[in-house]
């Protein structure tokens, strides 16, 4: 079962925080426990990242549904982090990523503290794996209407008219790569666009030239999206990119049984396979 | 006014389709000569990007093909291919891309008369649809700048 | 400079006008909840009601994609065409404001500083500018904290001002003038309305001398780490903004045959910098981040005379993680 706080330690600062989430990282960073939080404050039009170090600065922090990206992203970025324990405050699908990062090596569990607050303002502090694992499972999927509604009315489209969608929209991309700095599973030094012996991808905007990199990254992210949909609400062009990796990550749960929310077993979905895989399409 | 003669580009593997692309030649059985093929030494190493290259180049059709499952001359490749072609096709057909103009197919090097048939039927329903100008014309990023330069 | 009146039935019948004599005509259009340019075919397709469009108006003269030349090989021989200038359609861009018009300044200057820019000289030639005033800001304009304003002439070909009834129209240019000659009767005479009065209120946010001042001396500054701690490193500030010009070179080759073009580069991205021996200058983050303010406030000013930023405040509402221009350059 999931672990409730840790004790306090009592030489905590004078300062009275607002929050219990405050409190708590106060005094991870207070005992030097942490040397770094990374978490969401107030921002111009909502909320954003922030990266506490001060004990002081603990009462910026805040939590709630409209925290929106994936702070995982962060956790992957040596210059940021460096060699420091670090205290994330995670959002539902961002515990999917940090249990992927985990298993594909790229975080260790003893640097982090695993932070979140549920939908009724209890704060948890997660000590293992498999206590996120629990959580995730036991906890409904935060539901986004929007896109919802958008896959009910694709879903619903003829070949031509989802091919005249997505080419108008993917047409709009102009190559930022905002979709590709906010994912978490993105964290490789030299992306395939920056390779150029072949060059696979065109590093110049046109509409098939969007349309290979976002099919490139989709397929890259094949069972290791945890769905947050960072993607398409960073995009500065509101493309719905992100719904190109939930399709994704409904057929791998469809098609191997893998799910989004069984990171800890079954490996990664493209270096394994069942010699009982189904296919239905292959003569 | 000359009939569309499909062009079809088939990624097959070395071991059995390519093998037994061989034995329907050495068989005598005549089929259609629309096909390139291009040889891999594994479907594994087949790259879902080079489908996309190959429809961006001129193809109107595609054939992906290598071992039985089992039969993999590298143990374990095809099914690895399978896994990819699984949600490959689910995207390109969820992006609204002609997914009945790729077929994927196991043909072992003893089935030279399969080839034949898998060859003559994708032609012939390639045919059918016509060419694959609609994926083309997307790539023209001239002709659509001449029209508007803001793709906002 | 000459001043009009034009009411918004007539403005609508103008810019018809203009559509139909060929010309290639740009506006804001609504597109689902924001508002971005895009050519129109007719005047009722303009949204007049937004604060600001996703993306600014360079694309007409610095394009996203642009072909420079293409090539092809022929038994020993090589065919070269250049980019033709003739087949540039001459083009209308309505409906940016004041921000986006100046933008075109500092553009102009990093296009020219040395050698012309053959291309982008090409198109702004046959662009005509017409820019509407702002009657309202957002909280992330600041236009007035960089010597603009919402009812600045700098850059326009025309700039109209919403007043009672209509716009007022000021003609700043020969350009201007030809493109009002094209329907002159739609014009009536100036009404005598105060620009002022209509034009958004919007307090300066900092002080420019001092933060340039600052600036000068900030280059070891640990405050571009702080400040840089949450960028993603992605393009989307450097795309959307009217003065970011970084491009890269590119070939579109297939075999015998090919094209040689420019396409929009960002200097936040992490290998912008990278040299073929694998020695990276700008390495990380904060490195960057510092690079694209003092480029904007301090090297650009220095060496070409002309700010790199109008207030636009794009960059601030396209980032993903809210890297607020204006709240960081008052923070130095």
């Excluded at chain 1, 065109?202 to 999206?225: D, V």
Aim: hydrophobic share 35%.
């Amino acid at each position: 079962m999931v672990d409730t706080m840790m004790e306090e330690k009592a030489t905590a600062s004078t300062k009275v925080f607002s929050s219990e989430l405050s409190q708590k990282v106060a005094g991870l960073l207070q005992s030097g426990d942490v040397q770094l939080a990374i978490g969401y404050e107030k921002g111009t039009k909502r909320p954003r990242p922030c990266f506490i170090s001060e004990t002081d600065d603990a009462d910026k922090l805040i939590f709630d549904e409209h925290c929106t990206g994936n702070l995982a992203v962060y956790l992957t970025k040596k210059e940021l982090i460096g060699d420091s324990k670090v205290a994330v405050t995670a959002s539902y699908f961002a515990l999917r990523s940090i249990l992927r990062l985990l298993t594909e090596n790229q975080v260790k569990l003893e640097k982090l503290v695993v932070l979140t607050v549920t939908s009724e303002g209890k704060l948890i502090q997660f000590e293992t794996a498999e206590d996120i694992a629990a959580y995730i499972k036991s906890t409904p999927v935060p539901a986004r209407e929007d896109d919802k509604v958008l896959l009910e009315k694709l879903n619903a489209m003829t070949r031509e008219e989802r091919w005249a969608f997505w080419s108008d929209e993917l047409s709009k991309c102009f190559k930022c790569y905002a979709c590709r700095a906010a994912c978490p599973m993105c964290y490789c030094t030299k992306c395939i666009v920056e390779e150029n012996r072949p060059q696979w991808i065109q590093p110049w905007a046109s509409t098939l030239g969007n349309i290979e990199w976002h099919i490139n990254r989709a397929m890259h992210m094949t069972g290791r999206c945890s769905d947050c949909g960072a993607c398409g609400s960073a995009c500065p062009l509101d493309l719905p990119v992100h719904l190109l990796s939930k399709k994704i990550v409904e057929e791998v749960s469809e098609s191997f049984g893998m799910d989004a929310n069984d990171t800890l077993q079954g490996g990664n979905a493209l270096s394994t396979y069942k010699p009982e895989d189904k296919e239905t399409f292959i003569k | 006014m000359s009939e569309f003669e499909p062009k079809i580009v088939a990624f097959v593997c070395n071991w059995c389709t390519y093998a037994g692309a061989d034995l329907t030649g050495t068989s005598r059985i005549k089929y259609a000569s629309n096909v390139k093929i291009v040889r891999f030494p594994c479907t594994g190493r087949i790259d879902f990007m080079l489908l996309l290259k190959a429809f961006s180049e001129g193809a109107d059709g595609i054939i992906v093909s290598g071992c039985h499952p089992n039969d993999c001359h590298y143990t374990s490749g095809n099914f690895h291919a399978r896994r990819r072609w699984l949600i490959f096709r689910s995207l390109l057909n969820f992006l609204g891309i002609d997914v009945t103009r790729i077929q994927f197919t196991w043909v072992s090097a003893a089935e030279g008369a399969k080839w034949a048939e898998i060859v003559n039927s994708t032609v012939t329903k390639v045919r059918e649809l016509g060419p694959y100008t609609e994926y083309r014309k997307a790539a023209d990023y001239v002709a659509s700048q001449e029209k508007e330069v803001f793709n906002g | 400079m000459e001043k009009r009146f034009i009411s918004q039935p007539s403005l609508m019948q103008w810019l018809d006008k203009l559509n139909s004599e060929g010309k290639h005509l740009y506006a804001p259009v609504k597109k689902g909840a924001r508002v971005d340019f895009a050519r129109v075919s007719s005047a009722a397709e303009i949204s007049f009601d937004h604060v600001q469009t996703t993306q600014s108006a360079k694309s007409v003269a610095f394009p996203r994609t642009e072909v420079l030349f293409s090539y092809e090989k022929e038994k020993g021989k090589v065919n070269l065409e250049n980019f033709q200038a003739e087949k540039m359609p001459s083009t209308v861009v309505f409906g940016l404001h004041p921000c986006d018009a100046a933008g075109f300044n500092p553009l102009t200057a990093i296009f020219s500083w040395d050698s012309r820019d053959e291309i982008f000289d090409a198109r702004m030639e046959r662009t005509t500018i017409v820019s509407l005033s702002c009657t309202r800001p957002d909280e992330s304009c600041f236009c007035t904290s960089v010597n603009g304003g919402p009812g600045n002439t700098t850059g326009s070909d025309i700039l109209l001002t919403p007043v009672k009834e209509g716009f007022l129209v000021e003609i700043l240019t020969e350009k201007g003038m030809a493109l009002v000659k094209a329907d002159a009767a739609s014009f009536e005479a100036d009404r005598g309305d105060v620009k002022e009065d209509f034009l958004a209120k919007l307090p300066l946010k900092f002080d420019l001398k001092a933060v340039q001042e600052r600036l000068t001396n900030a280059f070891e500054s640990p405050i571009w780490k702080k400040q840089s701690q949450r960028c993603l490193g992605c393009g989307a500030c450097a795309f959307v903004c009217p003065t970011c010009a970084c491009f890269d070179i590119q070939e579109d080759a297939h075999g015998s045959k090919g094209k040689r073009l420019r396409c929009w580069d960002s200097c936040g991205f992490a290998l912008f910098t990278l040299h073929t021996s694998g020695h990276n200058p700008r390495e990380v983050q904060a490195q960057r981040w510092r690079q694209r303010l003092l480029h904007k406030f301090s090297y650009m000013p220095e060496r070409l005379s002309v700010r790199g930023c109008t207030g636009c405040g794009r960059c601030s509402r396209a980032c993903p993680v809210d890297m607020n221009i204006s709240e960081h350059l008052s923070s130095i």
